[in-house]
C-alpha cells in the first residue's frame, strides 16, 4: 500500500525527529512538507495536463502507460478533487485541475532553475537540444561538428523528438521544430522566446519511377496519386490549398509515416509523393534518389516554419546564444547555395 507522505510514520519513510532540551520535545517536519503529494504523482499531472494525453505523458517519463494512469488516481485521491474529465480513451482538466496545473508547473519550473542555479559552473556550458527527428537527423546534425569546432567550450546534446520539450522545468535548454502556419501550437507562450530558423519552400518529391508516372499530372490528378503523410495530413492540406485546391474530402487518402524522415523514405522507396524542404532532401535531390515533382500551374509555397525556442530568462545565456547564432548562418549560407542550385 502506498502511505501519503503525510501520513508516513517515522519508521516507515524516516520522519525526522530529534531531540530538544532538556524535557526531550519531538520536533517533526513543517506541515508544509508532510502536505506535498508523492513527486511521481506530481510529475505525472503536469505531463499528462501539458501533453494531453496519459501515452504521450508516458512516452516523455519513460514509463507504462499503466504507471501514468496509475498515479493520477493517487494524486485525486491525495487532493480529494476531480483533476481530469475521462471521456472514452480522452483526459481533459477539469476547471480545478488546469488551476491546479498552472500553480504545479510554475512550482516544477522553480525547483528546476533553482538545482540549475546552484549547479552552476560548467553545466551552462553544456546545451540539451530537442529536435524533431528529420530536421534533426538530415540537417542539424550534419552541423553539430562544425560547430564543435568553431566553439570547442561547449558541448551540444542533440535528441530527436516528435515531443515538444517542457522548457519551464528545463526538460531541455532548446526545442526546435516545425510549426504549420494554419495549424496550433506556435511556439510561443508564457516565459518562453523564439525566433524562426527558416520559412522553407516545400516541394513534392517522389522517387524517379513513381516521378515518370505522375509526369504532367493536373493538380486535380494528384489527389489520387499515393500521397505520403507525417503525424497527420494537414501538410498535404495546406499545400494544395495553397495551390488553389479547395474542395478536398475529409481525409486526404496515404499512409501516416509519423516522421519527416522516415516519410521521405517511403517515398525513396517508391510508396508515393511526399512533402519536402531542401533542408530534409537536399542529399537525395543531388544524388537522383528523389526528384522534384511539378504539376502544371502550382509552384512550391511556403506552409509554415523551423522555430528555435528557449525560456526567455535563458535567451541569452552564453551557449544557447551561440548555438541559435550559429545556426541562422548556417541556415542562411544553406539558402544561397540552395538558391544557386
Excluded at 530537442?130 to 553539430?144: E, I, K, M, N, T
Excluded at 522545468?169 to 521544430?177: G, L, S
Excluded at 519511377?209 to 489520387?224: F, M, N, Y
Excluded at 511526399?274 to 502550382?298: K, Q, R
Amino acid at each position: 500500500m502506498t502511505l501519503h507522505l503525510g501520513k508516513l510514520s517515522e519508521h516507515a519513510e524516516g520522519v525526522q525527529l530529534a531531540e530538544s532540551g532538556a524535557g526531550g520535545e519531538r520536533v517533526r517536519e513543517p506541515a508544509s512538507a508532510r502536505g506535498i503529494p508523492p513527486l511521481a504523482a506530481i510529475r505525472a499531472f503536469e505531463a499528462v495536463g501539458r501533453l494531453g494525453g496519459i501515452r504521450k505523458a508516458a512516452t516523455s517519463l519513460m514509463l507504462d502507460h499503466s504507471v501514468v494512469s496509475r498515479h493520477l488516481r493517487q494524486l485525486e485521491d491525495w487532493v480529494g478533487v476531480a483533476l481530469f474529465q475521462r471521456t472514452g480513451g480522452q483526459v481533459n482538466l477539469t476547471e480545478a485541475g488546469a488551476r491546479y496545473h498552472g500553480r504545479i508547473s510554475a512550482a516544477l519550473a522553480e525547483l528546476a532553475l533553482a538545482t540549475a542555479e546552484i549547479s552552476g559552473g560548467g553545466e551552462e556550458r553544456k546545451v540539451l537540444v530537442w529536435c524533431v527527428p528529420g530536421f534533426a537527423a538530415q540537417w542539424v546534425s550534419d552541423r553539430l561538428a562544425i560547430f564543435e569546432k568553431l566553439k570547442p567550450e561547449f558541448s551540444i546534446e542533440l535528441r530527436p523528438t516528435d515531443v515538444k520539450a517542457n522548457l519551464l522545468t528545463h526538460e531541455a535548454d532548446v526545442d526546435i521544430r516545425f510549426y504549420l502556419d494554419d495549424w496550433p501550437p506556435d511556439p510561443g507562450g508564457r516565459g518562453l522566446q523564439y525566433v524562426e530558423l527558416a520559412r522553407p519552400q516545400i516541394m513534392i518529391v517522389a522517387s524517379p519511377s513513381v516521378a515518370e508516372q505522375w509526369k504532367g499530372a493536373t493538380v486535380d490528378e494528384l489527389r489520387q496519386a499515393p500521397l505520403l503523410h507525417e503525424e497527420h495530413d494537414q501538410q498535404w492540406r495546406a499545400w494544395l490549398a495553397l495551390n488553389n485546391v479547395s474542395s478536398l474530402p475529409e481525409v486526404l487518402p496515404g499512409p501516416l509515416l509519423w516522421h519527416a524522415h522516415l516519410a521521405i523514405a517511403a517515398a525513396r522507396n517508391s510508396r508515393g509523393l511526399a512533402l519536402a524542404s531542401t533542408f530534409l532532401v537536399g542529399h537525395d535531390l543531388a544524388n537522383g534518389s528523389l526528384v522534384e515533382v511539378s504539376p502544371p500551374g502550382t509552384r512550391p509555397v511556403v506552409i509554415g516554419a523551423y522555430a528555435f525556442v528557449t525560456r526567455e530568462d535563458r535567451w541569452s545565456m552564453d551557449g544557447i546564444l551561440q548555438f541559435r547564432r550559429f545556426l541562422q548562418g548556417e541556415v542562411a549560407r544553406f539558402a544561397a547555395v540552395t538558391a544557386r542550385g
